[in-house]
């Protein structure tokens, strides 16, 4: 089955290279990998592009069946390997940053420490990758906002948990900071990081202006180690506000800050069929009146 998951990580990762990276494996090896069970098949799995690959309409056939037996086989040994006493229950939960990084934490560790026989695995990553793995059974739950991409091909629960506006944010020594008032103009004069979501996200107006983008960055964690004692600015949302001010990254006076966006779990009910899963669940149900999420209105920094 090694090889298997490894096509549909090539496919899920649209890249030989990005996916050996996340494998933890050498390139060549993984292209040997993937030329061999192409031989197994006698037919090409992938169409090789610029970009990098795309999977073939062979390669689409083995896709669509083999994301559905590799998470029913993984479940099939955590169960037996539970009622053997060999291996703990486990919940597979997938986010975006907000949920990685600010909202689950506390709660994981508290589950942790009233459930002692199951083991919480998070993943942090894009929209697309939660919409896949769910859609794959890959995932129990999913913590995030619902796109419409998720309604249109499944029947998914969705609770709303939190809700989060769009602030714009800098380091503490950045001259806009300090400014009673930002506008537009301030803000289109900037250079801007990306932290691994589209360009064009941003608040109010400036969602749909063109700003000058200096740096592109996979993860929100990078991003904020690049912004501290640099000019560079970021959109993201206002559940960072606590997080970012431990960097040193303040958010700015700019007051459009567009559409409130409700965010919170998403799993399909049969999810809830397992103990652990409902449990945690609960559990970040009853944390989140706990989660001070900061009001939509911006105060002058101390």
Known sequence: MRELRQFVEVANQRSISRAAKKLNISQPALSRAIRQLEDSYGVPLFNRTGAGVELSVYGSALYSRAVRILPALDEAKEEIEHLQGRAKAVIRVATGDLWGLVILPGIIKAFSRTHPGVVVHVEIADDGTRFEGMRHGVYDLVFGTLSYKYEAVMQVEFETLARQATYIYCDKDHHLVKAAA??????????????????????????????????????????????QASPLVMAASSGFEKLFDRFGIKPVMFEDHGRVQESGAIYFPRALEKSPVRDFLRLVRGSMPLLELPEFSLTESA
């Open 182 to 227: 930002v506008t537009l103009d301030d803000l289109l004069r900037q250079r801007w990081i990306s932290p691994g979501y589209g360009d064009d996200e941003g608040p109010g107006q400036l969602e749909r202006q063109t700003r000058d983008f200096a740096v592109r960055v996979d993860s929100m964690l990078q991003a904020l180690l690049i912004m």
